[in-house]
């Protein structure tokens, strides 16, 4: 078994080998404050929630683009909004102690189901399962119109951190502040061709797995895909003291039926083994000019997460252009929202101030 702390004795931060600190505010939030970046936020910290929440209230549905999709909403409905972007293999649980911090300093959290998760479905069966990156950045496009918001605090990890960077920078007018987990992950497939460091292609092990017929298979055999998973949390979040439970909360949302078809597809296109579609080669092309983003941005790093790129945020600086602060995250694996949720709401509430 792996030898996890809790999230009290681990959260902190550090930025160059800086002592880790950990503020508490009037409220007994944990404040992650910026160490590093252009200017520190004077936004006020947000409540403490009761951690360990379970679920959230009863989702709702919108039929958006190519897909009805399924969503949490808590806050405010004039609050500024937030949409908060799970990656993989998660949901939207990733969000559920970080979504009641927000709505309680007055945002609107919305918090969908990503394409082939939980109860986002698909209008059409003719339409392909497609997990490429841009099509995942229209699908929160069309959400947002369907809702009526004009402009959003995008925040996400994984799938939801690319997702949110792709609007950052195709779409800078639907970004009100952005905040990503992990820095820069916008895709250049021809760059993707290239080998990284074998400690980094060691963390990847379950994309090239995904690029046979055994990982496709896997993934759609229910009790492999299950514990497959479940492999990929213990391993990319060896700090994180989470339980039986809530893994299973989230598992359930692998049930959709285009869960499979949408994975394999998003990993096989990322090393140009399958193709994407034709509408949405515009997009891609300008993608693999890696485009600057210019909206406020707050970029978060985890220590324990085996993909933080070394150098603490200093990779993708030249990445963002408008105002921005970089934390790093002592002791945090991937999961950043469910294993830090203080420090990951605290990043929004700051992102919307710079």
Known sequence: MINRRTFGKTLGLSAGGAVAATLAGPSGLAQASAVTGQRAATAAAPAAGNRGRTAFPSLKQVRAGLLEIGYAELGPARGTPVICLHGWPYDI?????????LAAEGYRVIVPYLRGHGTTRFVSPRTF??????????????????????????????????????????WPERCKALVSVGGYLVINLEANLQPLPPATEHAWWYQYYFSTERGRIAMEDKTKRHDLTRLVWDTVSPTWDFDDATFERTAAAFENPDYAAIVIHNYRWRLSLAEGERRYEPYEKRLAARPVITVPTVTLDAERDPFTVAGDGSAYRDRFAGPYDHRALKGIGHNVPQEAPEAFARAVIDADHL
């Open 129 to 170: 399962r497609n997990g490429q990156q841009s099509a995942l950045a229209l699908d929160i496009i069309a959400l947002m119109d369907a809702l009526g918001l004009e402009k959003a605090v995008l925040a996400g990890f994984d799938w939801g951190a690319r997702t949110a960077d792709v609007i950052a920078a195709l």
């Open 93 to 101: 649980h990733s969000f559920v102690d970080v979504a009641p911090l």
